[in-house]
């Protein structure tokens, strides 16, 4: 039976749960990303969160507090020194499981679970989203006339300067057919004046 189950017990006694998550976490720190299995993610995700927002206020007690859960001074150092600079900013949620499909061996979902803020490559791809976003609303930021009237004059510019480069691939493409035409007779004489030679 299930009678007030409030998390994954992970099929551990909860000593050897402990020990694992402890270590788990140290890892994440030390590493900013590990490759685990969905289930042990989620639990660790709720084991180690707190221990984050702990690591904002850099007091001897929060040390103390931290070092009990981690049992590893260089997570703690590194936990206090590097990564809570990073998140202070962020109000929780500080991990990202990201699923990567099942385990050849027996099935298992797969994850890897990274700490938010040191995944470069999706912080890039978040400002160049927030960037390209164009929303308009019915309410403020409307265009002046002046606005409107200078963007009208910009695109009636690169219509122009479109026909007249198209007017002048035309000239060119007439001045050829005249070249060629002028060319044809002369080279009909030069074989007249040879077959009268020939003659």
């Not at 500080?94 to 990567?100: A, E, F, G, M, V």
């Amino acid at each position: 039976m299930r009678h007030g189950k409030k998390f994954n017990h992970l099929g551990r006694k909860s000593a050897h749960r402990k020990a694992m998550l402890s270590n788990m976490a140290s890892s994440l720190i030390l590493h900013k990303r590990i490759k685990t299995t969905v289930a042990k993610a989620k639990a660790l995700r709720m084991y180690v969160e707190p221990l984050i927002t702990k690591s904002k206020d850099d007091s001897t007690h929060s040390r103390r507090v931290v070092f009990s859960y981690l049992k590893d001074k260089f997570a703690v150092t590194e936990l206090f020194r590097e990564v809570s600079a990073k998140i202070s900013a962020r109000p929780g949620g500080y991990t990202r499981i990201l699923k990567t499909g099942n385990r050849l061996g027996d099935n298992a979902d797969m994850c890897i679970i990274e700490l938010v803020d040191y995944n470069e490559n999706m912080l890039v791809k978040k400002d160049d989203a927030k960037a390209k976003t164009t929303r308009r609303s019915r309410r403020g930021n409307k265009k002046t006339e002046t606005d409107v009237s200078s963007e009208l004059k910009e695109k009636v510019e690169q219509k122009e300067e479109v026909v007249e480069t198209a007017e002048e691939v035309v000239e060119t493409k007439e001045e050829k057919k005249v070249e060629d035409k002028v060319e044809e007779p002369k080279a009909e004489k030069k074989e007249d004046t040879d077959e009268k030679e020939e003659k």
